[in-house]
């Protein structure tokens, strides 16, 4: 059974940093494009950064770019979201997914998901 678990949101200030983690069992992490979603209250879900099944190198949307890495430990089956340098807008749930040999990870058909953890930031 596929299953995702995120961790590590919370309350940051403007300028701080987070690292999310996400938690993946019932499967071996390269088989699957990974990535890392936000939601924010009033807007449409997005694709902020993704692996693509059988790459290596990490997709990542203009307005997190420099600012968020993406990285994953095969071995623990664990993957990340550093992020650096949060702003205001970057308030929104943020979830993991994975789909199975999915070989353009920015698009939105992934079957699992996590449950999301809440990133604010504010003073």
């Known amino acids: 059974q596929v299953q995702l678990v995120e961790s590590g949101g919370g309350l940051v200030q403007p300028g701080g940093s987070l690292r999310l983690s996400c938690a993946a069992s019932?499967?071996?992490?390269?088989?699957?494009?990974i990535a890392w979603f936000r939601q924010a209250p009033g807007k449409e879900r997005e694709v902020i950064s993704c692996?693509?099944?059988?790459?290596?190198?990490?997709y990542y949307t203009e307005s997190v770019k420099g600012r968020f890495t993406f990285s994953r430990d095969d071995a623990k089956n664990m993957v990340y979201l550093q992020m650096a340098s949060l702003t205001p807008e970057d308030t929104a749930v943020y979830y993991c997914?994975?789909?199975?040999?999915?070989?353009?990870?920015?698009?939105?058909?992934?079957?699992?998901w996590g449950q999301g953890t809440q990133v604010t930031v504010s003073i």
């Open positions: 997914a994975a789909e199975w040999e999915l070989w353009e990870c920015k698009s939105d058909q992934y079957e699992h």
């Open positions: 692996i693509s099944a059988g790459d290596n190198s990490a």
């Open positions: 019932g499967f071996a992490l390269d088989d699957y494009a």
